[in-house]
């Protein structure tokens, strides 16, 4: 159980396009799900906090018109990198808390590998 | 002063030995505890959870949280080439809010 996907795993854009990744929960609801970035042999960097029906709550320096999130249902978040540009090339992860009791914990997704040119 | 700290490593054992992760932090109010294993390029994996102090075991692996000490261990017995990863610890305050990640520690298991 707990499992959380992402799509898709990698993608390689033109500088200048947008580019949409989707996180699902597969057998859980999540009214809560998280996105982070990761550069190479660094820890996790939270973006944003999403919250199905509800504006996403973006950290500080995250710029939420250029990260637009959708969380429009209790299994399904998007991010959408707007006008993408070779600095926004990373790792791309989000994760999930299920909507049961005693669940306190998130599971992540297998993350999203963005190349911007 | 970071809120988690993590030595990054990297360490590295032979097969079989014992490994021993730590983590220490500064905000007393954490009281979930988690462990994830991260191969590289994949996301993390969720290895162990705990809530407020005490120890847990899960086959070959034992999480403790010293609530007292603001300290968290993972213990990794008979280690394995496979248990080769980076390891994180997290922690937060209350269900379902943000997780606090420490740095992670790259761990290499040698046959």
């Known amino acids: 159980g707990a499992v959380v996907s992402q799509h898709p795993s990698r993608v390689i854009c033109k500088s200048g396009t947008s580019v949409k990744i989707e996180c699902r929960s597969l057998d859980f609801q999540a009214t809560t799900m998280f996105w982070y970035r990761q550069f190479p042999k660094q820890s996790l960097m939270l973006m944003a906090t999403s919250n199905e029906g509800s504006k996403a709550t973006y950290e500080q320096g995250v710029e939420k018109d250029k990260f637009l999130i959708n969380h429009a249902s209790l299994t399904l978040s998007t991010l959408t990198v707007t006008s993408a540009h070779p600095e926004d090339s990373s790792f791309y992860i989000c994760?999930?808390?299920?909507?049961?009791?005693?669940?306190?914990?998130?599971?992540f997704g297998p993350g999203t590998r963005l190349l911007v040119l | 002063q970071k809120e988690v700290e993590q030595d990054p490593g990297p360490l590295s054992v032979p097969e079989g030995a014992i490994v021993s992760l730590n983590c220490t932090y500064s905000?007393?109010?954490?009281?979930?505890f988690m462990w994830y294993r991260q191969y590289s390029r994949k996301g993390p994996e969720l290895l162990m959870y705990t809530y407020s102090s005490g120890n847990k075991e899960d086959g070959r692996f034992t999480a403790q949280v010293d609530k007292s000490s603001k300290y968290i261990s993972l213990f990794i017995r008979d280690s394995q080439p496979s248990d080769s990863a980076t390891y994180l610890c997290?922690?937060?305050?209350?269900?379902?809010?943000?997780?606090?990640f420490g740095e992670g520690t790259q761990l290499t298991v040698n046959p």
């Open positions: 997290a922690m937060t305050e209350t269900s379902g809010s943000r997780l606090t």
């Open positions: 905000n007393s109010a954490f009281q979930y």
């Open positions: 994760s999930a808390t299920p909507v049961v009791a005693d669940q306190e914990t998130q599971y």
